[in-house]
């Protein structure tokens, strides 16, 4: 693991995007904002175009916060509940209650609705920061999702308040190419 900075050359949208620490608790998410991140996802590649995603927004004020905040881990409600907004991330895996598969993918396409989510956030002067640091079973009883519908993550959107860290750790690019062959460590 090496600690880095980010290249020349790599999208500003990707070389500023880092989970920020702490969150502005008086920036607000307004509905425009909201709708777009929720646009991006909508937008993002999935297989067979099953588009497997699902979200549960909640807002400061609103009651759907006061539904998921309890449920966040002690490490995660030290930042997570000034953000602007927090969005339960989920995916239907299976066909109803049933062992079928709804997609093999459903969790790689969930990621990659998030992906496009967190630049969208970014282009528009807003911070990502994912997290799993929360009561999975608690807040699946609190939210009740259809069967075959699983919580996956939660992330939280706002105004970062303060830098990010300097020199980030990165596993190498060559590292990223031998990995998968390298003799186990
Ligand atoms: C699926 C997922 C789960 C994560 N869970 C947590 C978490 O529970 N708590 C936390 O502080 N950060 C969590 N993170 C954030 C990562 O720690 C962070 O993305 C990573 O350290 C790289 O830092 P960066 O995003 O600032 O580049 C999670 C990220 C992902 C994608």
Redesign the pocket.
């Given at each position: 693991m090496r600690h880095d900075q980010e290249p020349p050359g790599l999208h500003p949208l990707l070389a500023g995007?880092?989970?920020p620490?702490r969150f502005d608790p008086s920036a607000t998410v307004d509905d425009r904002s909201l709708g777009l991140l929720l646009e991006a996802a909508r937008w993002a590649p999935s297989a067979g175009n099953s588009q497997p995603w699902g979200f549960f927004t909640s807002r400061p004020g609103e009651p759907e916060h006061e539904r998921v905040v309890p449920h966040l881990?002690p490490?995660?409600a030290r930042w997570a509940a000034d953000a602007g907004l927090l969005v339960v991330t989920l995916t239907r895996r299976h066909v109803g209650d049933t062992e079928l598969l709804y997609s093999e993918f459903a969790d790689y396409d969930l990621?990659q609705a998030i992906a496009h989510m967190t630049v969208q956030a970014q282009a528009m002067g807003l911070a990502v920061?994912?997290?799993?640091?929360f009561d999975l079973e608690g807040l699946t009883k609190e939210l009740r999702p259809n069967p075959g519908w699983a919580i996956?993550?939660m992330i939280a959107v706002g105004k970062a308040a303060g830098e990010?860290?300097l020199g980030?750790d990165r596993r190498s690019v060559a590292d990223l190419l031998s990995a998968p062959w390298s003799p186990s460590e």
């Open positions: 995007r880092f989970s620490s881990a490490s995660s990621g920061h994912q997290f799993r640091a996956v993550s990010a860290p980030r």
